[in-house]
C-alpha cells in the first residue's frame, strides 16, 4: 500500500485550530510530534523543554478560613517541592502562621515537629527576631503578625518542602517569610525545620495560633530533577 506524504503546502490549518483545545498543561505522557534532523518522532512532554518548577496546586481565598490545606499534592512524582504564598492577612491581631503536615490519616499532629528561626525587625526599635520549637505538634513559620492595616499588615513567605512523600528520609522544611510584626515594624525570619517522623506524606496545611486566616495566596510546585 502507498503512503501518502503530506507537505507543507498541503497541510490544513484546520488540522491543528479545528481540534478540541486542551486548555491546561499537557500532562507528562501527553505527546507532541516533531521532526528530528529531518526524520519525524512522537515525544512525551515530560522531555519538553520547560520551567523546573511545575505548579500543582493554587489557593486564592479572600474569605475567613481556619485552615488551608495543600491535598494530594505530595507524591512519588516529585522528591521535593516549593510554596510560595503572598498577601496572607490573619483575621485576629498578633497570632502565627503554622503549617503542619497531613498524611492520608489526616492531620499529622503528633509532636515531633522541630523548628529554629533566625532573622531581623526594623523600625525604632529594631532587633533581632529569633524562635525555635522542640517537639511540637506544627511549625512556626512566623512570629506575631500586626494584621490592623489590611494593606502592609500581611505576610509573604517561601519555603521548600524535601522529602515530604519519603518513608526513607524524614521531611524538612527551609524557607522565609516577611511580615508586619506586632509593633508595626516590617520583619523578616529565615526558618528551617524537620519532622522526626518517615511517614509519607501527602499534603500540608497551613493555619494560626488562634482565628482565622482573612486572605490566602499561594501555589504549591513540585521540583523536577531532570
Same mark, same amino acid.
Given at each position: ?16 485550530? $479545528? ?25 512525551? /512532554?515530560?522531555?519538553? $523543554? ?27 512524582? =516529585?522528591?521535593? =517541592? ?5 498577601? @496572607?492577612?490573619? /483575621?485576629?491581631? #498578633?497570632? &502565627? ?8 490519616? %489526616? ?5 515531633? =515537629? ?8 526594623? %523600625?525604632?526599635?529594631?532587633? /533581632?527576631?529569633?524562635? +525555635?520549637?522542640?517537639?511540637?505538634? $506544627?511549625?512556626?513559620?512566623?512570629? #506575631?503578625?500586626?494584621?490592623?492595616? +489590611?494593606?502592609? %499588615?500581611? /505576610? ?22 516577611? =511580615? ?9 525570619? #529565615?526558618?528551617? $525545620?524537620?519532622?522526626?517522623? &518517615? ?20 501555589? @504549591? ?6
Amino acid at each position: 500500500m502507498s503512503q501518502t506524504k503530506i507537505k507543507a503546502g498541503g497541510f490544513d490549518v484546520d488540522v491543528i485550530t $479545528g481540534t478540541t483545545a486542551l486548555a491546561e498543561s499537557p500532562a507528562d505522557t501527553d505527546e507532541f510530534l516533531i521532526s528530528d534532523g529531518g526524520t519525524l518522532k512522537r515525544i512525551d /512532554a515530560q522531555h519538553v $523543554g520547560g520551567g523546573t518548577f511545575v505548579p500543582l496546586s493554587t489557593i486564592s481565598s479572600t474569605s475567613d478560613t481556619t485552615t488551608h490545606t495543600f491535598s494530594d499534592v505530595f507524591s512519588s512524582t =516529585y522528591t521535593n =517541592y516549593f510554596i510560595l504564598c503572598h498577601h @496572607c492577612r490573619l /483575621a485576629t491581631d #498578633n497570632e &502565627k502562621m503554622i503549617c503542619r503536615m497531613r498524611s492520608s490519616s %489526616g492531620q499529622f499532629t503528633t509532636t515531633s =515537629y522541630q523548628v529554629a528561626a533566625t532573622g531581623f525587625k526594623n %523600625g525604632s526599635s529594631a532587633a /533581632a527576631v529569633t524562635f +525555635s520549637l522542640h517537639n511540637s505538634s $506544627g511549625w512556626d513559620i512566623t512570629t #506575631n503578625i500586626d494584621n490592623t492595616n +489590611s494593606d502592609v %499588615g500581611r /505576610a509573604s513567605f517561601y519555603m521548600y518542602v524535601t522529602t515530604p512523600n519519603s518513608t526513607t528520609f524524614v521531611t524538612d522544611i527551609i524557607g522565609q517569610a516577611s =511580615y508586619r510584626k506586632e509593633s508595626q515594624d516590617r520583619s523578616v525570619a #529565615n526558618f528551617s $525545620g524537620t519532622l522526626n517522623s &518517615k511517614t509519607a506524606f501527602t499534603g500540608i496545611d497551613f493555619f494560626t495560633s488562634s482565628g482565622d486566616i482573612a486572605q490566602f495566596n499561594a501555589t @504549591c510546585y513540585g521540583i523536577k530533577t531532570s
